[in-house]
């Protein structure tokens, strides 16, 4: 069993920078590849980025692609999003998901956080 938790979200400008955490407990979190997924109001979850287990592959939804950047640090159970020059439709609940491949489909993960809002004003 894995737990995750999301912090970092909260109320930006369009062009800041923000960084979000997932911290893992109670598992194998480092064996986990992690993904990040959002949903704005009235949407469907969209795919974001996902880390493998070892670090060493990432993948880019187009959510993600060109802005944000995914990494993980196995010692800290910590994988981040680092997300640049955000935008007033990056406006959505993120949340971090664990499962045994890295993938951009929902159904894939086995474990979800609870989630944080970012919330981007103009």
């Known amino acids: 069993q894995v737990q995750l938790l999301e912090s970092g979200g909260g109320l930006v400008r369009a062009g800041d920078s923000l960084r979000l955490s997932c911290k893992g407990s109670g598992g194998l979190f480092s064996t986990y590849a992690v993904g990040w997924f959002r949903r704005a109001p009235g949407k469907e979850h969209e795919f974001v980025a996902a880390?493998?287990?070892?670090?060493?592959?990432?993948s880019y939804g187009d959510a993600g692609e060109g802005r944000f950047t995914i990494s993980r640090d196995n010692a800290l159970k910590t994988v981040y999003l680092q997300m640049s020059s955000v935008k007033p439709e990056d406006t959505a609940e993120y949340s971090c998901?664990?499962?045994?491949?890295?993938?951009?489909?929902?159904?894939?993960?086995?474990?979800w956080g609870q989630g944080t809002q970012v919330t981007v004003s103009s």
């Open positions: 880390v493998s287990s070892d670090r060493i592959s990432q």
């Open positions: 998901a664990a499962g045994r491949i890295m993938s951009p489909w929902l159904s894939e993960y086995q474990y």
